[in-house]
């Protein structure tokens, strides 16, 4: 190959004299601090990796370490059915703990009510007792029990929450709340 001053560029080197080529491992840092110190942007591993039609290793990496995510009770959903003088309509969310909030509304032309209040599931069960009430001294207890898809309500002492003509107790099946 010719040099710019007209010489061969290979009668440079004296002969008998080996050129050590660097590691590419020591030149790789070496240019990404210049390259920092520059002020040019570094690609990202994501940028700089050719488009895969899989997760990447970290991905697979993060999928081992996910923690398992708690198990939902078979409690929660919403539920429609018939209760004492009228029909209702419950929703059951899930709650931190394994616990869950009940929300039931009832009604019928006579009366009308509703219950919100927070439990934990023990087997087929959730259990409510309200505080009792200041002025009547009543106290409000909830029993709801799973039988397959559908919930039975039995409550005691609920009746300032709903009024005389109608009542929590009731079966329950999935449907709209």
Known sequence: MDHPNGS??????????????????????????????????????????????GPTQTQKARQHVALPQAAVSPFVGEY???????????RIQPRAGGRVHVDIIIGSPDCSGSLAFEGTPENDVVRYRGPSDQITGHQCNMTLTRRGNRITTAEDGCLDDHGQSCSFSGTFKPGRF
């Open 8 to 53: 061969d560029a290979r009668e440079l080197q004296p002969r008998g004299v080996a050129t050590t080529r660097k590691p590419l491992a020591l030149i790789l840092p070496i240019a990404a601090g210049v390259l920092l110190l520059s002020g040019a942007p570094l690609l990202r591993e994501s940028a700089a990796a050719p488009a895969a039609s």
């Open 80 to 90: 429609a059915g018939k209760v004492e003088g009228g029909s209702g309509s419950m």
